[in-house]
T-cell receptor, first 113, second 113 residues
Framework: NAGVTQTPKFRILKIGQSMTLQCAQD?????MYWYRQDPGMGLKLIYY???????DKGEVPNGYNVSRSTTEDFPLRLELAAPSQTSVYFC????????????FGDGTRLSIL | GESVGLHLPTLSVQEGDNSIINCAYS??????FIWYKQESGKGPQFIID?????DKRQGQRVTVLLNKTVKHLSLQIAATQPGDSAVYFC????????????FGKGTRLSVIA
């Protein structure tokens, strides 16, 4: 059971570079989410999607973009990387929105120097 | 309990003792609650959930208690083991509908062998 798969696991970027964090789930879940987690802190929601073609902003969307062209994939794009975006990024999915547990990937550790 | 500052609160427990981790949730309209465990370098892992029509739910070595009157959730771990050392997050479904789960800031559990 693959569950939620995130790639890459680690990445170092220079300020101003761009990259896409990949997230794929094989559970046929409708809902997918992106969070960031700074050291010693909780999860902050960046963007989420309730189905293919639909995305919504979370608590901290600035500097990020997402798309949801398929049920399985939910990539997160950083266009102009900034040091403040150094964090661990987690992708999650759930069958429904608010009455089902979310299943998380193991994260992407991103450092911007 | 939940942190209101920048650092996670820490609970230190002797191996074999019972642990109680507390969470004060914010939205009286929440009707679904989850506890997650996050080990170092990994994504959050679902432990147990409870709906608002229940006051208590038991799993394997874990019990979740819900007090809706004071908006309080607790996770009890029986016979705490070194493998229980992790950060524990509570989450609530907040406004419901398509709104994602709202996560607390977490509590670090350290098990003393």
């Amino acid at each position: 059971n693959a569950g939620v798969t995130q790639t890459p696991k680690f990445r170092i970027l220079k300020i101003g570079q761009s990259m896409t964090l990949q997230c794929a789930q094989d559970m046929n879940h409708n809902y997918m989410y992106w969070y960031r987690q700074d050291p010693g802190m909780g999860l902050k929601l960046i963007y989420y999607s309730v189905g293919a073609g639909i995305t919504d902003k979370g608590e901290v969307p600035n500097g990020y973009n997402v798309s949801r062209s398929t049920t399985e994939d939910f990539p997160l794009r950083l266009e102009l990387a900034a040091p403040s975006q150094t964090s661990v990024y987690f992708c999650a999915s759930s069958q429904q929105g608010t009455n089902q547990p979310q299943h998380f990937g193991d994260g992407t550790r991103l450092s911007i120097l | 309990g939940e942190s209101v500052g920048l650092h996670l609160p820490t609970l230190s427990v002797q191996e074999g003792d019972n642990s109680i981790i507390n969470c004060a949730y914010s939205n009286s309209a929440s009707d679904y609650f989850i506890w997650y465990k996050q080990e170092s370098g990994k994504g959050p892992q679902f432990i147990i959930d409870i709906r608002s029509n229940m006051d208590k739910r038991q799993g394997q070595r874990v019990t979740v208690l819900l007090n809706k009157t004071v908006k309080h959730l607790s996770l009890q771990i029986a016979a705490t083991q070194p493998g229980d050392s992790a950060v524990y997050f509570c989450a609530e479904n907040g406004a419901g509908g398509n709104t994602p789960l709202v996560f607390g800031k977490g509590t670090r559990l350290s098990v003393i062998a």
